[in-house]
């Protein structure tokens, strides 16, 4: 059996998966900030990382997946600067901070299962493990990785020697720093780990802490929550690929240094989907919410296989022309499914050729786009017995995720008047008069139905 090799992020190469304790595999996505509606930029990447856990699961693996709930500390700007974004959101609505977080937390569940994403082991939110954070930054600040100033606790970036291992970028620019002042960072790529409230702010989410009032930084809570439930040195951490340079390098830099210890073994990024060509994040707004799409009259699963036809460490241009193909694609797919279902074809057995072909793709790195493809030959596959590969289809889905065990002829309701001119037209059929007939073809589309003539008679389906 082919083994399961993964691009790791850290040493920029396609490494074969060895997991820390045999069959069982840790593993951490950064979660969402709930202060919005994710768009399908953020959810292309939770589709990734839940083919990821497929896949380890198709490979044997026992699979422990936390997603994490950023409700607090997440700053408008990356570098320790502006609002909390929940706090922000909460006066814009004019709700209170906690509503705002269950809100939007809830939508974000609604669309993983629409999406037909597998639900993690743990949710942990931020504003429930402050204990944890606190815990953490204590630990630091005994071993001299921190430092104060007029707005919080900083990590001190210059301590940690590999700092810029995970980005390998040539940032000495950032490095040289800039002029000290009180108050403010000694490098640029400090970073805050806890946040005072300002004397005179409103903030709703604030807690006592050995350095004064106040909230945990962004970066904080997925090294305090992922080694709460993972441990100190897990297996797999994803995320988008925006948070190479700082969200995960500073993840690293003060878990490494806290624990001494190496933190995760494979970080795994996946490239953004572009809106013209641009990235957008859910602050500048320009990508559609999964809702949206549906209102538009996609199903949410036809958004899932758009992403599985780019492989996820390649940017994905998102068009409704491409939504469209992608729904023209899809539906060809399940006619053919539901084809082979009805089916009674006794061909060969090709279960273990098959199977040897998909785990390739899959294994390798996740080549989902490669792997339908071999879904796809297979379902061409007339020597291939229909009843082998329905069930070898079905089994391929616990990775594809495109509910294909829900893919039957559904039971059509004709309306009366519907069956009439279906009728109607098949007497003018008798009686040659083409042209006439063709008429009520086109009044029974108006009515939302197709017409095709079959040997054992007309056929009516729902128009997709
Ligand atoms: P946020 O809720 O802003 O913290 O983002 C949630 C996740 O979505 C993070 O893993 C981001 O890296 C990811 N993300 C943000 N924008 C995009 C995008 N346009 N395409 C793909 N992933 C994205
Ligand atoms: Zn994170």
Redesign the pocket.
Known sequence: MSKLKLYNTLTRKKETFEPIVQGKVGMYS????VYWY??I??L??YIFSDLLRRVLEFNGFKVKHVINV?DVG?LTSDSDEGEDKVEEAAKREKKKAKEITKFYFHIFKEDLKKLNIELPWKWPKASEHIKEQIGLVKKLEKKGFTYRTRDGIYFDSSRFKNYWKMAKLDLKGLKAGKRVEVGDKKHKTDFALWKFSLEDGKRQQEWKSPWGVGFPGWHIECSAMSMKYLGKHFDIHT?????IPVHHTNEIAQSESATGKRFVNYWLH?????SKGE????SSGG?YTISEIEKMGYDAVVFRYLCLLTHYRKPLNFSLDNLDAAKNSFQNFRRKVIEIRNEKHKGNDLTESYTNLFLIEINDDLNLPRALRVVLKMLDDFDFSSGKKIKLLEKFDEVLGLKIKEMKEEKIIIPKEVLELAEERESLRRQKLWAKADLFRERIREKGFSIEDTNDGYKISNLD
């Open positions: 950064c979660g969402p900030t994710q768009h930029g953020n292309r990447t950023t997440h995320g988008g690929e925006d948070h996946g490239a953004f989907l572009l990235k957008i994040s859910k990508l």
